[in-house]
């Protein structure tokens, strides 16, 4: 089959920066590539690296691509190509046989529907603004506080600050990035291992940690990020919960259907994709919130501006890039 590959690039910014203990985000780039095949059939994709050091690469290896393109020629290129490429392309895809079809409408943008992520320097005073919204909606939510950016002894100060205002009606889940050591994330794990607002801990040691990893999920709910982008093999092998982000991963097809036959312990987050990835966020979310461990995503809905590239048209975002 052939395929006619396009590709434009994007850059936006970010509504509010980003931080957490390895990055501070406060702009976006990356491509949106469209694939078309000789039934006329369009799919779309994302390229959306979150690591600067992977932009210029990713630039390197879409400029390999030719215009008019074999897919067996596609398939067999792309597989020495960055990640986010390769999510790109099958997404696209996919998107062309009907692998997936997406709706006009998922419903993400209420309050109670997304993990809240609070202001690092503001927790306390963000959370109040947060549950005041949630009184008026009188719903169950998540919030999101990325740690590990201040001294600890002042973050347990406001964990139990935290821990003493908020509801059986809100979930919290707790992301160290991988930066703490096995003693920090024991500690806080022996304070929060009987609490009931908790969801888990994120990623709370480095991404080859394995070992400490598995010892700590036996003692709290432990959620693999970073190191399930390192070792992929992990998606098969972890017992406890996943963060996945499908445009971070070689080929999101297979979450899809990991989600279509109910795997459970699976949470869906963003890379802060415009509209064009947004859209399989949104149908992989929709998906786990019917399966067996149903939990919100984490899309960071407060953090995008009002702009184009975040309408729910493909279609209309490439013809405004």
């Known amino acids: 089959m052939n395929l006619k590959f396009k590709k434009k690039s994007y850059c936006f910014n970010l509504s509010a920066k980003v931080e957490n203990s390895k990055a501070t985000y406060l702009t976006k780039s990356g491509w949106i590539i469209k694939l078309k095949n000789n039934d006329k059939k369009i799919g779309f994709g994302e390229v959306a690296p979150l690591l600067t050091k992977d932009l210029k690469k990713c630039e390197e290896q879409l400029n390999m691509i030719p215009e008019y393109v074999e897919l067996s020629n596609l398939s067999e290129q792309i597989n020495i190509f960055h990640p986010c490429i390769q999510s790109a392309i099958n997404s696209a895809l996919a998107e062309i046989n009907g692998k997936i079809i997406f ?25 109040n603004e947060i549950k005041k919204t949630q009184s008026n909606i ?38 160290a990035n991988g930066s703490w050591g096995r003693k920090m994330a024991n500690r806080w794990a022996d304070i929060l291992k009987d609490n009931r607002n908790l969801d ?24 693999l990020d ?35 036959n109910k795997k459970a312990l699976i949470s869906i987050s963003t890379s802060f994709e415009t509209g064009i990835g947004r859209r399989w966020l949104y149908h992989l979310s929709s998906l786990q919130l019917h399966g067996p461990t149903p939990k919100v995503p984490g899309l960071a809905m407060n ?15 490439w013809d405004q890039l």
Request: hydrophobic share 40%; proline share 5%.
């Open 103 to 127: 709706k006009e409408n998922y419903y993400f943008d209420e309050i109670d529907k997304t993990a809240m992520l609070l202001k690092p320097n503001n927790v306390i005073s963000d959370l």
């Open 138 to 175: 009188g719903k169950s939510l998540t919030i999101k506080w990325k740690v590990a950016l201040k001294n600890n002894n002042v973050e347990e100060a406001i964990l139990e600050e935290v821990l003493s205002q908020i509801d059986n009606n809100i979930k919290l889940r707790i992301d």
């Open 200 to 223: 888990w801990l994120e990623q709370p040691l480095a991404a080859d940690d394995i070992d400490g990893l598995k010892e700590l999920n036996k003692k709290i709910p432990v959620a």
């Open 226 to 260: 970073e190191s399930l982008l390192k070792f992929p093999n992990l998606i098969y092998e972890w017992k406890g919960w996943q963060i996945r982000r499908p445009s971070q991963e070689k080929n999101p097809d297979k979450l899809l259907r990991d989600l279509e």
């Open 303 to 317: 953090k995008f501006p009002n702009s184009f590239l975040f309408l729910n048209k493909a279609q209309k975002i």
